[in-house]
């Protein structure tokens, strides 16, 4: 999956639904429903399922072209447990993995095991040695787990040091390194964008550069925490979320959550209720998912040679893992020359070509459009948004252009 734009979500379709087991009807119609949503990793559900359930859900991830993760309980306690264990040789270790994992190799779509959720940094070692093992057992298999924001406590971090939590995570022997942050906030009935968010994406970024890895990110879809983190509700919250952490860099981009999860009350808006049926977020998701591709297929071959914003009218470029103040290296032919409102942006080279992506950083809920103008030495420019090109004349060398909330564009010469 290395390198592949990966769309994923959290909290998959369940085996019971309020102590009712759900029958084979319904999930053929659930997986139909999930594939044409867009997302192509299909997630575990939140409660643990049955081995029979396990294996059902890669039958009908197989039969709707989706891969599959598997949450085992056994397989999970052995892998993280592994570097407690000595008696238990590398190779017998390895045995062991495939002996256990065939029934589920029986189905080509078996990607992987999800292991853990939010570790903490004393979770780091026992990781780290179990994924080395399984890299030897099951290469080309997930070993996922996924990591906290740099908001989340001390406490439960176990270390003061973000930057600290994150290195000790990227020695794991993955392709990929997993986070989640959930950056559209409410609070006494104002909308606004939690700060570190591009700080965060940067440090993990940058981790994930050093260690040949790509980063996969989370997007929120359902509202939670009774509304104070806020998902999917609109088109533009969608798009915001997804686009900007795609411009700065992630190649995985995964929904919190799915499947409404059957925890408690406080989850709101997921794409699925648990029902069963479409909710609110489900549309708007799935028109971003298909954007997004399009997206990733029309940059093909482009190699990004540079990334940063325009944050309250400042440039600035993100080196080494932070924004900074510093220009970018050399001169850009296609480069943005002002933004009425927050963008994020990639520059992208491919030979002579070059091309902008710019990304909506206003906050989305408002609606509001951003006017940016953007230099380019052509009398026709190329436009991608929304999955669509369009060709809009440029006047002086330059392109004006309003971006629509969370809305994303990516901008070339014509016939450059």
């Known amino acids: 999956m290395k390198n592949k734009l990966i769309i994923g979500s959290w909290s998959g379709i369940p085996e019971y639904n309020l102590l009712k087991k759900n029958d084979d009807e319904f999930l053929e119609e659930q997986f139909k429903m999930l594939a044409e949503s867009g997302v192509e990793l299909s997630p575990v559900p939140v409660c643990c399922a049955s081995e029979e359930f396990r294996l059902k859900t890669l039958e009908l991830a197989q039969k709707n072209g989706l891969k599959q993760l598997v949450e085992d309980y056994e397989m999970s306690v052995f892998l993280k447990t592994l570097k407690n264990r000595p008696s238990v040789t590398e190779e017998k270790a390895v045995g062991l993995i495939r002996e256990y994992s065939r029934k589920y190799l029986e189905y080509e779509s078996f990607a992987g095991y999800f292991i853990a959720d939010e570790p903490s940094v ?92 790509d980063m996969w990110t989370f997007c929120c879809s359902s509202a939670h925490y009774y509304g104070a983190i806020r998902g999917s509700e ?23 959550c799915y499947y409404a999860p059957d925890v408690d009350d406080s989850y709101l808006n997921a794409l699925v209720s648990r029902a069963g049926e479409k909710d609110v977020a489900y549309e708007n998701v799935k028109k971003v998912n ?41 001169e850009l032919a296609v480069k943005i020359l002002a933004a009425e409102r927050n963008v994020v942006f ?24 951003n006017a940016v103008t953007v230099k380019i030495d052509a009398l026709e420019a190329a436009v991608l948004s929304g999955g669509k090109t369009e060709k809009p004349r440029c006047a002086n060398g330059e392109l004006k252009y309003k971006l629509k909330s969370g809305g994303a564009i990516f901008v070339s010469p014509c016939g450059r």
């Open 290 to 330: 298909a954007e997004l591709k399009a997206l990733d297929e029309y940059l093909g071959n482009y190699e990004c040679v540079c990334r940063g914003a325009v944050i309250n009218g400042q440039f600035k470029t993100i080196s080494d893992g932070v924004l900074t103040d510093k220009p970018s290296a050399g």
């Open 346 to 369: 990639a520059v992208y080279k491919q030979g002579e070509k070059e091309g902008i992506l710019i990304t909506n950083f206003d906050e989305p809920t408002s609606g509001r459009e």
């Open 234 to 256: 609109t088109y533009g919250q969608a798009a915001f979320q997804a686009f900007v952490n795609y411009t700065l860099g992630a190649r995985g981009i995964f929904w919190f």
């Open 122 to 213: 004393e979770e780091a070692a026992n990781l780290v040695y179990a994924s080395a093992i399984f890299k030897k057992a099951l290469p080309g298999k997930l070993f996922y787990f996924n990591l906290f924001p740099q908001y989340a406590l001390p406490s439960c971090l176990k270390t003061d040091s973000y930057d600290d939590y994150i290195a000790a995570f990227a020695k794991a022997e993955t392709d990929y390194m997993s986070f989640d942050f959930y950056a559209l906030m409410t609070e006494n009935g104002e909308n606004y964008v939690r700060e570190g968010f591009l700080e965060n994406i940067a440090k993990v970024k940058k981790a994930c550069e050093n260690r040949g890895k």
